[in-house]
């Protein structure tokens, strides 16, 4: 029976290695809808190569150059929130959730209410609405599976043995372009730096999180909400060369780890498989070539963003969201030159600091994290620099 697929974020990264594991299974799968942002070019050669049925782009300016670009294909598309929409409800088996950021969380949330199966790369929709996203996932009967490299291999690792039986969990970090910087240049860091990731090609947003290790702090909220474990039960550990993915440790004593190397559609095929594997064509892992792994342990001092977010999953309610909306706007801050990196952790904890005083807040719905992320990020606005700086 063939697969049916709806990628959301099909231009980006995750959405592109995507395609790549779809071209490698033609009789499997068929591609229902695509969706991006505002890449009409880059979606409609897509929507060719895979034969899609329908194409969806969130900007809604789009749609004439969309409808010309898809003349004569017999792709019908559309452009606009209310095309994003059609794109998710129509039929298929499994949405990749692969936007970047919480302009994700609507589209995912929405395939969730559909009661689909969702193959979850996009982490930042967990961050800011984790508790009222799983709750929602467990009423509607979606499965969600965990496509982001760490938790895939959690994922794999926990099949082994009995959830309850899990006493922590570890998460791997290659540690970034700037491992072993001193804080003062990681502070002056440019965006072309943070483009520089030592073992994956990824999205402009994640590279940065990557740089400042905000992305593994992410990962650590994201992994309380996929594996309902407590914020004392996760730890990160620092390895360079990205091969283990993430360990499982056991009450006897055992632990399990997930090994692959670092190539997105491992993960990627892993969700995209039903009862059975796919065959994929990629390098096998050679432990000898490698040579050595190498271990260390995160340093929250030239890091910031790690002991930021820690201090938000430990903290709960709507911190983890408005930790991760004032990361948005810092982070595009710096992207767009109006921000230095060394001001991503500053931004970041003055906003925190700005909402202690709402601590006990829980947003109950997705819809209230929403409006606390945008509550968020106009607080963490009025931290950037008042002076801009030229982008590198
Ligand atoms: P990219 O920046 O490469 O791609 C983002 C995609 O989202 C593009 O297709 C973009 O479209 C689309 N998009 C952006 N805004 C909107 C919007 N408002 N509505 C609809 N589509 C939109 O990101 P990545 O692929 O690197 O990352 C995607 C997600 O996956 C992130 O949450 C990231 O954390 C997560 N992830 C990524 C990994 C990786 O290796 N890249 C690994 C693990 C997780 P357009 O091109 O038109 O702008
Ligand atoms: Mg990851």
């Known amino acids: ?48 190569r895979l034969e899609a049925e329908f194409v969806a782009l969130a900007d809604a300016s789009k749609q004439k150059p969309l409808r010309e670009a898809l003349a004569g294909s017999g792709i019908a598309s559309g452009a606009g929130p209310s095309a994003v929409i059609e794109a998710v ?4 088996e499994t949405i990749v959730a692969a936007i970047s950021g919480v302009a994700g969380l609507a589209p995912t949330h929405a395939a969730l209410k559909k009661g689909r199966r969702i193959g979850l790369a996009n982490k930042e929709s967990l961050v800011c609405a984790g508790a009222a996203f799983m709750r929602d996932a467990a009423r509607t009967g979606a499965a969600i599976l965990p496509m982001d490299s760490e938790h895939n291999a959690l994922a794999q690792a926990l099949a082994s043995g009995h959830p309850d039986d899990v006493v922590t969990m570890t998460l791997t970090a290659s540690g970034g372009p700037f491992r072993t910087w001193d804080e003062a240049r990681i502070a002056a860091a440019t965006p072309a730096q943070t483009a520089k990731h030592p073992t994956y090609s990824m999205g402009a947003k994640i590279n940065v999180d990557s740089a400042s290790l905000m992305n593994k702090g992410l990962e650590l909220i994201e992994a309380h909400h996929l594996f309902g474990l407590r914020p004392d039960q996760l730890d990160v550990v620092v390895h360079p060369q990205s091969i283990i993915h ?23 095929a892993n969700c995209l498989a039903a009862e059975r594997r796919l065959t994929m064509s990629v390098p096998r892992l050679d432990l000898a070539a490698i040579g050595g792994f190498t271990f260390e342990a995160p340093d929250e001092a030239r890091f910031p963003c790690l002991r930021l977010a820690r201090a938000a999953l430990a903290a709960g309610g709507g911190m983890p969201a408005v930790l991760n909306g004032a990361n948005e706007v810092a982070v595009e801050a710096f992207l767009s030159g109006r921000a230095g990196f060394g001001d991503i952790p500053r931004v970041v904890e003055e906003t925190c600091a ?14 209230d994290a ?9 607080i963490a606005a009025g931290f950037l620099p008042a002076v801009s700086r030229p982008a590198v």
């Open 1 to 48: 029976m063939t697969h049916r697929i709806t990628i959301l974020g099909a231009t980006g990264s995750i959405g592109k290695s995507t395609a790549e594991v779809l071209a490698q299974h033609p009789d499997r799968f068929r591609v229902t809808a695509l969706v991006s942002g505002s890449d009409v070019r880059g979606l409609a050669e897509m929507a060719h």
């Open 246 to 268: 993430g360990l499982v440790h056991w009450r006897d004593g055992a632990v399990t780890a997930g090994l692959a190397n670092p190539d997105m559609k491992i993960p990627i």
């Open 89 to 92: 409800e129509r039929e298929a």
């Open 354 to 367: 700005a909402f202690a005083g709402q601590a006990g807040y829980e947003p109950a719905t997705v819809e």
């Open 370 to 378: 929403l409006a606390l992320d945008r509550e968020a990020r106009r």
